[in-house]
C-alpha cells in the first residue's frame, strides 16, 4: 500500500482483537480495536477510510446487525466477516447482506493478510472515485470553479474544454499561485477519463532513483504510478524538474502506445516555467515535449486580468465569513484602489490569504486591507497604476463587486437590490446581464 490504511477490528475476545492488531501493524495497517459494534459504529461515517474485520458472534449488536448498519452507512465499505466453525450458514449470510468475504476461525494469518490487502485496495478506488466525482460536480460548470469575466479567463475556459474533449497528453504552464492544480483536475474530470484515478506525483519532491521507482517500478510493494494511472491521468507537476534519463524512460513508455487510439493513460504536465528554456539545470528534450504538448495551456497571472480582482475578492471572503461565522468586511472605494493596485506575485493563491485575513482581521474588529497588503508599511494608497487596466475597466470591476455583495445581502431579490443601490431596476437588470450575475446562485445560496 502507497498509504497506510485503517482496519476496524471488532471482536469481544481480547486475544483475538490483540493478535489481529499486532498481525495487520505488522503488515502496514492502522488498527482500531473495539469489543463491541457499538463502540465501533461511533468511528465509522461514510467517508471511512479503512475497512472493517468482525466476528459474527457479538454481545449487543451481532455481526450480522452491525453489517446492516454499516450498509445503511456505507454499502461500499468492505467487511471482512470472522465465523467459529461449523457457522457456514451464518458465513453465507453475511455475504448475502453484502460482506467483503469471510474467514473461518481458526483462520490462516496469510490468509487474512491477502484479504484485508484486496479490501484496502477496493476501498482506495472507491474513495478516490467518490472525490473525483465531487471534483466533477464542483467543476462541471468551470464559470463556478475557474471564476473571473475577463477575456483570458473567458478564453481559459474554452481551451480547457477543448483540451479535457481532445483526451491527449496536455503541458499547462503559468505562475506560481494561478491554478495550475485545479485545471489539471479540471481537465480530468470534464473529459472521457472523469471517474477513473487522477495520480498526482511532484517530479521535483523526489531523488531521481526515488522518482524513478515510483513512475516505472519495481515498487517494494504495489504498482508504479504509471501504471496505476492506466485508463485515468497521471498530472506530473514541476513536469521540467525531471532529469535526462526519466525523461527519456518516459519517452519510451509514451511511444509504446503512440499508434493507439487512445493512450491507456494521459500524461497531464505542470509547470510553473513558461517554457522548457527556463529550466535551470537541464533541457527537456524535444522530443518529450512533442508528445507531451500536443495541447498547451498557459494561465494568465492575475495583473493580466486584473477585473477579476475585485469579484474574485469578494467571492473569497464571502467564503470565509460563512466558514468562520461572521460577516465579510466591507471593501471602501480605497481598499479597491490597493487591491487593483497590488502586484500579487502569488496570484490567485496569494489574494486567497489576503481573503482570509481580512475576514479575520475584521472579525478582531481590526481590519485595514492597506495593513495586509503590505505589513508594516504606511497605509498611503497607491496613487499610479500598475498595468491594472483602462479606467472603465477599473471602474467595472468596482461596479461588479458592489452589485454582487448586494444580491448576496438581498439574496437575489432584484427589487430590493435596486432599492439598495438606487438604480432604476431596468439598469440594473442590463448590468446583471453584463456581469453574468444571476438570481438563482444567490437564491440557491440563502436556502440551502
Given at each position: 500500500m502507497s498509504e497506510q490504511m485503517e482496519v476496524t477490528i471488532v471482536d469481544d475476545k481480547f486475544d483475538v482483537r490483540e493478535s489481529l492488531r499486532q498481525w495487520l501493524e505488522l503488515s502496514g495497517y492502522i488498527p482500531r480495536t473495539y469489543e463491541s459494534a457499538e463502540q465501533a459504529l461511533q468511528d465509522i461515517d461514510s467517508d471511512y477510510p479503512g475497512i472493517v474485520i468482525s466476528d459474527v458472534m457479538l454481545p449487543g449488536i451481532d455481526g450480522l446487525g452491525f453489517l446492516r448498519r454499516i450498509q445503511m452507512i456505507d454499502p461500499q465499505?468492505?467487511?471482512?466477516?470472522?465465523?467459529?466453525?461449523?457457522?457456514?450458514?451464518?458465513a453465507v449470510e453475511a455475504?448475502?447482506?453484502?460482506?467483503?468475504?469471510?474467514?473461518?476461525?481458526?483462520?490462516?494469518?496469510?490468509?487474512?493478510?491477502?484479504?484485508?490487502?484486496?479490501?484496502?485496495?477496493?476501498?482506495?478506488?472507491?474513495?478516490?472515485?467518490?472525490?473525483?466525482?465531487r471534483e466533477l460536480s464542483g467543476i462541471a460548470n468551470l464559470q463556478n470553479r475557474l471564476v473571473g469575466e475577463s477575456s483570458a479567463m473567458r478564453q481559459l475556459r474554452e481551451e480547457i474544454l477543448d483540451a479535457s474533449q481532445a483526451d491527449g497528453h496536455v503541458l499547462i504552464t503559468g505562475e506560481i499561485g494561478t491554478g495550475k492544480s485545479t485545471i489539471a483536475r479540471a481537465l480530468h474530470a470534464c473529459g472521457p477519463r472523469q471517474g477513473k484515478r487522477f495520480i498526482v506525483v511532484n517530479c521535483d519532491a523526489?531523488?531521481?532513483?526515488?522518482?524513478?521507482?515510483?513512475?516505472?517500478?519495481?515498487?517494494?510493494?504495489?504498482?508504479?504510478?504509471?501504471?496505476?494511472?492506466?485508463?485515468?491521468?497521471?498530472?506530473?507537476?514541476?513536469?521540467?524538474?525531471?532529469?535526462?534519463?526519466?525523461?527519456?524512460?518516459?519517452?519510451?513508455?509514451?511511444?509504446?502506445?503512440?499508434?493507439?487510439?487512445?493512450?491507456?493513460?494521459?500524461?497531464?504536465?505542470?509547470?510553473?516555467?513558461?517554457?522548457?528554456?527556463?529550466?535551470?539545470?537541464?533541457?527537456?528534450?524535444?522530443?518529450?515535449?512533442?508528445?507531451?504538448?500536443?495541447?498547451?495551456?498557459?494561465?494568465?497571472?492575475?495583473?493580466?486580468?486584473?477585473?477579476?480582482?475585485?469579484?474574485?475578492?469578494?467571492?473569497?471572503?464571502?467564503?470565509?465569513?460563512?466558514?468562520?461565522?461572521?460577516?465579510p468586511p466591507t471593501v471602501t472605494p480605497e481598499d479597491a484602489v490597493l487591491l487593483l493596485n497590488s502586484d500579487f506575485p502569488g496570484n490567485v493563491r496569494q489574494l486567497i490569504q489576503v481573503a482570509?485575513?481580512?475576514?479575520?482581521?475584521?472579525?478582531?474588529?481590526?481590519?485595514?486591507?492597506?495593513?495586509?497588503?503590505?505589513?508594516?508599511?504606511?497605509?498611503?494608497?497607491?496613487?499610479?497604476?500598475?498595468?491594472?487596466?483602462?479606467?472603465?475597466?477599473?471602474?467595472?470591476?468596482?461596479?461588479?463587486?458592489?452589485?454582487?455583495?448586494?444580491?448576496?445581502?438581498?439574496?437575489?431579490?432584484?427589487?430590493?437590490?435596486?432599492?439598495?443601490?438606487?438604480?432604476?431596476?431596468?439598469?440594473?437588470?442590463?448590468?446583471?446581464a453584463k456581469y453574468r450575475l444571476k438570481r438563482s446562485d444567490y437564491q440557491d445560496r440563502s436556502e440551502s
Open positions: 465499505l468492505p467487511v471482512i466477516m470472522i465465523t467459529g466453525y461449523g457457522k457456514v450458514r451464518l455475504m448475502q447482506l453484502g460482506a467483503y468475504d469471510f474467514l473461518e476461525k481458526p483462520f490462516d494469518p496469510d490468509r487474512m493478510a491477502d484479504l484485508a490487502k484486496r479490501a484496502s485496495q477496493a476501498r482506495s478506488l472507491t474513495l478516490e472515485n467518490r472525490a473525483l466525482r523526489f531523488a531521481e532513483d526515488e522518482l524513478g521507482r515510483q513512475l516505472f517500478g519495481p515498487m517494494d510493494e504495489g504498482l508504479p504510478l504509471i501504471d496505476q494511472s492506466l485508463g485515468g491521468s497521471l498530472c506530473m507537476e514541476d513536469f521540467f524538474a525531471l532529469s535526462p534519463p526519466l525523461q527519456a524512460r518516459l519517452l519510451q513508455r509514451i511511444e509504446e502506445t503512440k499508434f493507439r487510439d487512445r493512450a491507456p493513460f494521459r500524461i497531464i504536465a505542470v509547470s510553473n516555467q513558461q517554457s522548457e528554456q527556463d529550466s535551470t539545470d537541464w533541457l527537456i528534450r524535444q522530443d518529450l515535449i512533442d508528445r507531451v504538448a500536443r495541447v498547451r495551456i498557459n494561465v494568465p497571472p492575475l495583473r493580466e486580468r486584473s477585473e477579476d480582482i475585485l469579484p474574485l475578492f469578494n467571492r473569497f471572503t464571502c467564503m470565509f465569513s460563512e466558514d468562520y461565522g461572521c460577516l482570509e485575513r481580512a475576514v479575520l482581521s475584521n472579525r478582531r474588529g481590526n481590519f485595514s486591507l492597506a495593513e495586509l497588503l503590505s505589513p508594516g508599511e504606511p497605509s498611503i494608497p497607491h496613487t499610479q497604476s500598475k498595468g491594472v487596466g483602462s479606467l472603465r475597466q477599473q471602474l467595472d470591476a468596482f461596479e461588479h463587486m458592489l452589485i454582487e455583495i448586494s444580491m448576496r445581502q438581498n439574496n437575489g431579490s432584484v427589487a430590493e437590490v435596486a432599492k439598495d443601490l438606487s438604480i432604476p431596476r431596468r439598469t440594473l437588470n442590463d448590468k446583471l
